[in-house]
């Protein structure tokens, strides 16, 4: 089986249409699929009427706070319908768009001009501005000479452009994905660079907030790194996931449906939908 239930569109901060995200994953031969964007679900809207022979399994990937750290939940088989994940995504575009200004006002303190504008620029609508869309501003202005850069001086954990008071909190987040049918999965464990012991709390704190799943493979990960979260899975009891966390082709880091076997000692989430 061919699984990806992490991957990004242009309705958030990925490069490929929702369209042309479904041919990749058609040429990759992916048998189950999830288009993860961040905090919307334009994506499916787009696909609506589109016909495909991969299994489509509905999913979001919504930010929330932490502890004071922005932390990624993936929902997964949600009800593109349901009254729960239109509220949550409501809440969380009206989050996106005034942390956006934000954002803009803390670059422009620095002495960047155009920022909110620069950024929309990028962006398919100002609900759906994110970091990245200022990274590709920095670098058009030539503030910075890539977007790595750009993370790491100016919008990467902890420096000014980190804002993630607006989220939602885990709770809230696992809510809205339980009550419109969906798994709450934690994503990309990690990326959020938490020592052993916060890590372990936040996979407590996420398990008693009724998450049911953990992304154990991200991208393209070493084994030893699989091998770690697998026992994680499996001793937190969750359910394991993996995704390519693609959002642009040139990334070879993150190819869509390029995820390597998942570990036979944790159980894979997908067996609920085959
Ligand atoms: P936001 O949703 O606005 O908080 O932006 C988070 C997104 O920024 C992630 O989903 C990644 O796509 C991207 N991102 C985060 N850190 C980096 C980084 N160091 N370099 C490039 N992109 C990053
Ligand atoms: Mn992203
Ligand atoms: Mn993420
Ligand atoms: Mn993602």
């Given at each position: 089986?061919?699984?990806?239930?992490?991957?990004?569109?242009?309705?958030?901060?990925?490069?490929?249409?929702?369209?042309?995200?479904?041919?990749?994953?058609?040429e990759?031969?992916?048998?189950?699929?999830?288009?993860?964007?961040?905090?919307?679900?334009?994506?499916?809207?787009?696909?609506d009427?589109?016909?495909?022979?991969?299994?489509?399994?509905?999913?979001?990937?919504?930010?929330?706070?932490?502890?004071k750290?922005?932390?990624?939940?993936?929902?997964?088989?949600?009800?593109?319908?349901?009254?729960?994940?239109?509220?949550?995504?409501?809440r969380?575009?009206?989050?996106?768009?005034?942390?956006?200004?934000?954002?803009?006002?803390?670059?422009?303190?620095?002495?960047?001009?155009?920022?909110?504008?620069?950024?929309?620029?990028?962006?398919?609508?100002?609900?759906?501005?994110?970091?990245?869309?200022?990274?590709?501003?920095?670098?058009?202005?030539?503030?910075?000479?890539?977007?790595?850069?750009?993370?790491?001086?100016?919008?990467?954990?902890?420096?000014?452009?980190?804002?993630?008071?607006?989220?939602?909190?885990?709770?809230?987040?696992i809510?809205?994905?339980?009550?419109?049918?969906?798994?709450?999965?934690?994503?990309?464990?990690?990326?959020?660079?938490?020592?052993?012991?916060?890590?372990?709390?936040?996979?407590?704190?996420?398990?008693?907030?009724?998450?049911?799943?953990?992304?154990?493979?991200?991208?393209?990960?070493?084994?030893?790194?699989?091998?770690?979260?697998?026992?994680?899975?499996?001793?937190?009891?969750?359910?394991?996931?993996?995704?390519?966390?693609?959002?642009?082709?040139?990334?070879?880091?993150?190819?869509?449906?390029?995820?390597?076997?998942l570990?036979?000692?944790?159980?894979?989430?997908?067996?609920?939908?085959?």
């Open positions: 089986m061919n699984i990806d239930f992490h991957c990004h569109t242009t309705a958030s901060d990925g490069s490929l249409s929702p369209l042309d995200l479904l041919h990749l994953a058609l990759r031969d992916i048998d189950m699929l999830s288009i993860t964007d961040h905090d919307t679900l334009d994506a499916y809207r787009q696909l009427q589109t016909a495909s022979k991969i299994q489509i399994i509905p999913g979001i990937e919504l930010s929330s706070q932490w502890k750290r922005g932390v990624h939940i993936v929902g997964l088989n949600i009800g593109l319908s349901s009254p729960s994940i239109l509220e949550a995504v409501e969380q575009s009206n989050s996106r768009r005034e942390r956006a200004e934000i954002i803009a006002d803390k670059l422009e303190r620095l002495g960047f001009t155009d920022c909110l504008a620069g950024a929309l620029s990028f962006a398919s609508g100002p609900n759906q501005i994110g970091r990245p869309h200022f990274a590709k501003h920095l670098v058009a202005i030539g503030a910075v000479s890539n977007i790595q850069q750009a993370f790491k001086r100016y919008l990467g954990a902890g420096k000014t452009g980190d804002i993630k008071d607006q989220w939602a909190t885990p709770q809230q987040v809510s809205w994905i339980r009550d419109s049918g969906g798994v709450a999965v934690l994503a990309h464990p990690t990326k959020y660079k938490l020592t052993r012991s916060k890590l372990t709390e936040l996979l407590t704190d996420f398990k008693a907030a009724g998450g049911e799943g953990l992304e154990v493979i991200s991208g393209a990960q070493v084994p030893s790194v699989t091998r770690d979260m697998a026992r994680l899975c499996r001793d937190f009891e969750f359910e394991a996931s993996c995704g390519s966390d693609f959002h642009a082709p040139n990334q070879q880091w993150a190819a869509l449906g390029r995820v390597a076997p570990p036979d000692y944790c159980t894979p989430l997908w067996h609920r939908w085959q």
